[in-house]
């Protein structure tokens, strides 16, 4: 068995690690969903006919987002410097 981990380095994705531009409630204004729910379980309001298009539609704004993403100044260098030392590394996101 290897070392225990004594420490381990959590990055948050959106801001930290890349820039992303999720405007959530557009989407959902987009999807006619209610504001006030996460994106996802506006989804899950609708009748089941309906949510696999609207997943569909989910993963194609997310496909296109994620090709716009950019990573901040310095975050793969980080990252990739905390590997090498082998150094747990994670990442939290929404």
Request: glycine share 6%.
């Amino acid at each position: 068995m290897g070392e225990p981990v004594k420490w381990v380095w959590i990055f948050d994705l959106d801001g930290t690690l890349v820039h992303s531009e999720h405007d959530y409630r557009a989407m959902k204004e987009r999807l006619g969903l209610p504001q006030q729910l996460a994106l996802l379980e506006g989804i899950a309001t609708r009748p089941e006919a309906d949510r696999p298009e609207l997943l569909a539609q989910v993963e194609a704004w997310e496909d296109e987002l994620a090709a716009r993403t950019t990573p901040v100044a310095g975050a793969r260098e980080v990252v990739q410097a905390l590997r090498e030392r082998r150094r747990a590394v994670g990442i939290l996101t929404r």
